[in-house]
Structure formats: C-alpha cells, structure tokens
C-alpha cells in the first residue's frame, strides 16, 4: 500500500509535522529537526538539496504549496483522494506532531521523504560527474 492509500494521510496535518510554528513554511533545518525528534535520520544535504528543488520563489523557504507539489501523487485518481481528506490532527493541541497519523502511514511518510533524499542525492551525483566530464556538451544530453 502507498503513502496516497492510506486513508489516514492528508496533506495539511502532514506539513504541519514540519511546521511546528504554523508559520505557513518551512525551511532545511527545521525539516531535519523534525527528522531527529522523530528518532529518523536523513543527511542535511539531502535536506536541503529537496528544499531547494521544490522551493519555488528560491527563498530557502518551502511553503506549503511547494511541500504539496512533492507529496501530491502524480497520478489523477490518488492526487484527488489525498486532496480531499480533510486534516485530523492539527487541532488536537494534545497530540504530539510527531505521533500525527498511524504508525503504518508516519512510516511511509518518512520512507516518501527518504525516496525524494534519494533521488536528490543521485541528481548531484551525475551533476558532479557531467561537470568532471571534458568531453561533455549540451548536444550530447539530447
């Protein structure tokens, strides 16, 4: 089962696990300090780059719309079951954000973001390997 089948999963009380302030966004640093408090680890790089890829206007801020553009399924089916649930914990004030959805989906919450790390990460690589190139050129990409 995916992140998007769980029916516990929306997308409000997922981005305000990272956004303890409810400031509206988020920034690197506080996404690897949920990343702590929630005992997972993720390198800061990988942090920031994902930040960086998803944060439109380039403020090193996420907004929410940026997080949902990461977290919004592709497919039409589940990105319209996921944009229809309505958020049930961020107005339980008694429920800790890291505790926010069923052990199963939290799980699959941190394993989505470890998939966008992921991806990340190799995106840098072949950067870092197109630019050792010297026989490389933009013709040779296409």
């Known amino acids: 089962m995916s992140l998007a089948e769980c029916s516990d999963f929306n997308l409000v009380d997922a981005f305000a696990i990272l956004d303890a302030k409810s400031l509206g966004w988020v920034t690197a640093p ?41 977290f919004t399924p ?4 589940y990105a319209h079951n996921v944009n229809q649930r309505k958020p049930k914990y961020i107005h339980v004030k008694e429920v800790p954000r ?4 069923a052990d199963e989906t939290r799980d699959k919450f941190f394993q989505l973001f470890k998939t966008h790390f992921l991806t990340e990460e190799k995106i840098e690589l072949a950067k870092k390997r197109i630019a050792r190139s010297h026989t490389f050129t933009i013709h040779d990409a296409f």
């Open 30 to 70: 506080q996404i690897y300090s949920m990343f702590l408090d929630s005992d997972n680890f993720a390198h800061k790089d990988d942090i920031y780059n994902y930040v960086r890829r998803y944060d439109r206007d380039m403020d090193s801020k996420m907004l929410y719309s940026d997080f949902c553009e990461s």
């Open 74 to 77: 592709k497919d039409p089916y």
């Open 98 to 101: 890291k505790y926010y959805f």
